[in-house]
Nanobody
Framework: VQLQASGGGLVQAGGSLRLSCAAS????????MGWYRQAPGKQRELVAD???????NYADSVKGRFTISRDNAKNTVHLQMNSLKPEDTAVYHC??????WGQGTLVTVSS
């Protein structure tokens, strides 16, 4: 099973980006999927996760700005990021149980 992330890029402060992560190689429906991020010199931070039933958790730093969603039929998870701030600049990794990680996707927010 592999997780393939996409959607990072460069955006100005106040802009939006949408990250996507697709699980391939299995039809198993993961109980939880989500996103971590790691900025240079900082610890890894859980950004958001979402259960198969749709309940979601968010880091305080992104509440009200980011929205996580999932398509269980396609085993994909999305992260809609609005009102981006320079401090959101980081490498974002999607994850699933069992130690599954997608490759990082870089999000850069310029001031």
């Amino acid at each position: 099973v592999q997780l393939q992330a996409s959607g990072g890029g460069l955006v100005q402060a106040g802009g939006s980006l949408r990250l996507s992560c697709a699980a391939s190689g299995s039809t198993f429906r993961f109980n939880v999927m989500g996103w971590y991020r790691q900025a240079p010199g900082k610890q890894r931070e859980l950004v958001a996760d979402i259960r198969v039933g749709g309940s979601a958790n968010y880091a305080d730093s992104v509440k009200g700005r980011f929205t996580i969603s999932r398509d269980n039929a396609k085993n994909t998870v999305h992260l809609q990021m609005n009102s981006l701030k320079p401090e959101d600049t980081a490498v974002y990794h999607c994850f699933a149980p069992g130690g599954l990680w997608g490759q990082g996707t870089l999000v850069t927010v310029s001031s």
